[in-house]
């Protein structure tokens, strides 16, 4: 057992935060809270794709650096508590990348992996999963693939596309067996999809934060060339499970809300101790200190994920029990924030008396999402209880 | 970082768990409740060859010198059965505090008797409040002739002392020698009064009278009015062994719950299978390891020698907790038969809850770790 990190990987670490911090006077990014990863950045992408950055993890046949999952926990770690803006191939990184690679046909490793690796344009990818019958349910998709001739012609709906208005391109789960004697879960395919191919319609949802950040997408007879198919026919349930484990596995899940925890240290060190409100100073060093000890917890949670992908195994009910855990202490943190702070946290960005520039106010609006998106805490219980503890579905 | 354990402590561990599955049984447990000294000699004579007292020590003293996770994994695999024996209360924390204080000669006399199993060392820490008053013990010594000091006061919650052959105190010493909190090594005697006392969790524990005990200089551990100094030194050694004890129990609630739920049949089909069911033992699971991964870090830095007092706090504040929860929801899902003696699942719920109050509860290492935050 060892819980700590070897000299190379601090010393990566402080190479990240040199890097982050340089940017950061530069003025390239602000930090702030809210989506779960920063802005997307073309120019801020590229910087990390010039330091190999991107595709870190991914071998080097398919131009990575063939690094630790760990390594690159400690380079997310950094961005995320800055947030910084790594929205651009954020996704394509953590999961469609190493998705192409296992289930990749050649030309689509060939053409989209070097892509993204170098952060080029055009390459910015989103998640077309959710539909409005299939959220927890998602093996319920209904938008369906039909083959027609050397083409799929796609009808349907996805909801809740985050990045959708900005995407190149969207990775894709849709039903491509209609027979309904065959098992939901046999009959589904997934697609990379050119968002500029003609019948697709993004239309924005704005989200209860008052902002723009996912969308409904339309699929109106869209035809797709069937080398956009990605692995086999019908094995994209199976396909995406693997998928699903990745984008559970991060450590975005706990530091969504980094920067608010931070400033709020700050502040509770400076409270005033010896006259004042001394049971609520009290009360407030004990919340402060158990919030402490659950990000310390979740964090080993994260890196321990990481770990176990690092071993060659798969952290289904690592990544889920990890999720969980983490996205419900980033709830309780913005609640416990906007307490300490009192009233004025309330008030939104912009002004000279909100509490923290605002960041409590945004990231406790955000806050039912964290528990709902990438897979809600009751969906990743039910992996933890069926593929963890082995206790049998209904 | 890395999460899996050496083969050596694995093998230690297995064959703790092979010794402990056979004997350490719930048969055994409720004899052990009956039984006037509360342990097994054999066991005890047992342990004591497979080297498990010794663990901590250098090999001049008979120990092993072995490293700090194989003691854990030991009391990890021990508080999976709740195996009663005087181990923690003899080898580890009176022997570190013989280690950590006592002079050559001292550690030299006793810490090879301590290690043997030969003599049975227990350690007094709690006064009347059942708080540890270490810093500022209300247990007084008072110099009354030259070097004989008279002792005056109560400890409480003193594990074997029926059975102990020395138990140390640590006392407010005034006197020629100096003055204040001060360790000493106390002979059953006169002007002592040993009172059972009986508790939740049923464990051999008492209270312990001194009516003006005669006790000699010559039986001070260390320097006189450092007693608290050695105390606080050795504490995070005995309460992340402590976690590890914590750990097991926890293990064996889960494994116990899920293990019932995945037999009981209830509305024609098994209770796990039902989602609240299901998310019940998945909140067991998490506690399990999160209490899991927190303890080892707090183990492995001191292993390493590294800083681990937040570490320590952290875990303590979390087992605490995560523990006692896991019970609650254990009984729940155990419905009737859980309430049962007869069922082993009480055992448990009663070592959490003596276990979150020993030491230190969540909320006292919160305040710790928030003092290690500066806030």
Not at chain 1, 262 to 270: F, N, Q, S
Not at chain 2, 343 to 350: G, P, R
Request: charged content about 25%; overall charge negative.
């Amino acid at each position: 057992m060892r819980f700590h990190f070897t000299e190379e990987q601090e010393a990566f670490r402080r190479e990240v935060r040199d890097f982050l911090r340089e940017e950061r006077d530069a003025g390239t990014f602000a930090t702030d809270v809210g989506e779960l990863v920063g802005r997307p950045s073309l120019e801020f992408s590229r910087k990390l794709a010039k330091r190999g950055w991107i595709g870190m993890t991914w071998p080097r046949q398919y131009g990575g650096q063939g690094r630790s999952y760990v390594d690159k926990m400690i380079l997310n770690e950094e961005l995320m508590k800055v947030q910084a803006p790594i929205g651009y191939h954020f996704a394509a990184d953590r999961q469609v990348g190493p998705a192409l690679m296992i289930f990749g046909a050649e030309w689509q490793k060939e053409f989209f992996l070097p892509r993204i690796i170098r952060a080029e344009e055009h390459m910015k990818f989103c998640l077309l999963f959710s539909e409005p019958g299939a959220g927890s349910d998602l093996v319920a998709v209904s938008t369906r693939a039909e083959k027609d001739g050397d083409h799929y012609v796609i009808n349907g709906q996805k909801v809740w596309t985050s990045g959708g208005h900005e995407a190149d391109y969207g990775w894709m789960l849709a039903r491509t067996n209609l027979d309904s004697s065959v098992p939901k879960h046999q009959g589904c395919s997934e697609f990379i999809i050119d968002m500029k191919t003609p019948g697709i319609t993004v239309r924005p949802v704005i989200n209860m934060a008052g902002e723009h950040s996912f969308n409904e997408v339309f699929f109106d007879g869209v035809r797709i060339d069937r080398k956009y198919l990605v692995g086999k026919e019908n094995a994209g349930f199976q396909q995406i499970m693997a998928q699903m484990d990745y984008e559970r596995a991060g450590i975005e899940r706990l530091l969504q809300n980094y920067p608010i925890y931070e400033r709020l240290i700050g502040h509770v060190r400076k409270m005033d101790k010896g006259g004042g409100d001394q049971g609520f100073y009290y009360w407030v060093r004990d919340q402060v200190a158990q919030l402490e000890i659950e990000f310390n917890v979740g964090r080993l949670l994260c890196y321990q994920t990481a770990w176990i992908i690092d071993q060659g195994r798969k952290p289904s009910s690592e990544a889920a029990l990890t999720k969980a855990f983490c996205t419900q202490y980033e709830q309780r943190l913005n609640d416990l924030a906007t307490r300490i702070l009192g009233p004025l946290s309330q008030i939104k960005k912009g002004g000279p008396w909100s509490a923290f520039d605002g960041l409590p106010a945004r990231g406790y609006l955000w806050g039912p999402s964290y528990t709902l998106q990438g897979g809600s805490v009751e969906v990743l219980k039910n992996i933890l209880a069926q593929r963890g503890l082995g206790l049998p579905r209904r | 970082m890395e999460f899996k354990l050496s083969d050596d402590a694995i093998m230690i561990r297995n064959v703790a768990s092979e010794y402990l599955k056979e004997k350490c049984t719930g048969a055994f447990l409720r004899e052990m409740a009956r039984d006037d000294r509360g342990f097994s000699r054999t066991m005890w004579r047992e342990i004591a060859e497979l080297g498990w007292l010794g663990i901590l020590y250098d090999e001049e003293y008979g120990g092993s010198a072995a490293g700090f996770l194989d003691m854990f994994v030991i009391f990890e695999e021990m508080g999976k059965v709740l195996f009663p024996s005087p181990l923690f209360c003899s080898a580890i924390l009176s022997g570190l505090i013989i280690s950590e204080a006592g002079s050559e000669s001292c550690r030299s006399v006793h810490l090879p008797a301590i290690i043997r199993g030969d003599e049975i060392f227990t350690t007094a820490l709690l006064d009347e409040r059942g708080k540890i008053d270490c810093d500022d013990p209300i247990l007084a010594a008072t110099e009354s002739s030259k070097g004989v000091y008279a002792m005056q006061g109560t400890r409480l919650l003193v594990p074997y002392a029926h059975v102990a052959d020395r138990m140390i105190v640590c006392a407010k010493a005034a006197g020629a020698a100096g003055e204040g909190s001060t360790l000493f090594q106390v002979e059953k005697g006169a002007g002592q009064e040993i009172v059972p006392l009986e508790t939740m969790s049923g464990g051999k524990t008492f209270a312990l009278v001194f009516e003006g005990t005669e006790v000699h200089s010559d039986s001070i551990i260390g320097t006189v009015g450092q007693g608290a100094v050695y105390i606080h030194r050795i504490l995070p050694k005995v309460i992340a062994l402590k976690c590890a004890e914590m750990l097991g129990g926890l293990q064996r609630v889960v494994a116990m719950t899920v293990g019932y739920v995945k037999e009981r049949r209830q509305f024609g089909a098994p209770l796990g299978s039902l989602q609240a069911v299901q998310h019940h033992c998945a909140d067991m699971a998490t506690y399990l390891e999160t209490t899991r991964l927190i303890a080892y870090q707090a183990a492995s830095l001191i292993s390493e020698g590294l800083p681990c007092e937040k570490e320590v706090a952290m875990a303590k504040a979390w087992c605490s907790d995560a523990y006692k929860q896991a019970t609650w929801i254990g009984h729940q899902l155990h419905g009737g038969i859980g309430f049962t003696e007869e069922y082993d699942l009480h055992f448990f719920y009663k070592h959490a809850k003596e276990s979150e109050l020993a030491f230190g509860d969540a909320r006292s290492h919160r305040a710790a770790v928030a003092d290690f935050m500066g806030i």
